[in-house]
């Protein structure tokens, strides 16, 4: 069974960066677009950023983090990652991965963010 791991969130003063991490185990993500999601508290889960399935720079972002965030991947070692620079309070989430678009893996247990002010 393809599991999720996500890592690498925690407390960040505003303007702070943070690097998450995304590790599959089970399976391969070589064959998908990943992408990052997050949820802000009382909201839903939104797709904040993609990357194709060979990487490259055809990486794709919501407005609100094109510019501040990377995504990247690293194939042979199953693992997705997020670069976030210049965090805002409103980046404040649980931060997910999964397949982009249409999500097929079962969701991880995510990695808090919390930006302060």
């Known amino acids: 069974q393809v599991q999720l791991v996500e890592s690498g969130g925690g407390l960040v003063q505003a303007g702070g960066s943070l690097r998450l991490s995304c590790a599959v185990s089970?399976?391969?993500?070589?064959?998908?677009?990943m992408g990052w999601y997050r949820q802000a508290p009382g909201k839903g889960r939104d797709l904040v950023a993609t990357?194709?399935?060979?990487?490259?720079?055809?990486?794709d972002y919501s407005l609100d983090v094109k510019g501040r965030f990377t995504i990247s991947r690293n194939n042979a070692k199953n693992t997705v990652y997020l670069q976030m620079n210049n965090l805002t309070p409103e980046d404040t989430a649980v931060y997910y991965c999964?397949?982009?678009?249409?999500?097929?893996?079962?969701w991880g247990q995510g990695t808090q963010v919390t930006v302060s002010s």
């Open positions: 999964n397949t982009a678009g249409v999500a097929i893996y079962t």
């Open positions: 990357v194709p399935e060979n990487g490259g720079d055809a990486e």
């Open positions: 089970g399976g391969t993500l070589s064959s998908y677009d």
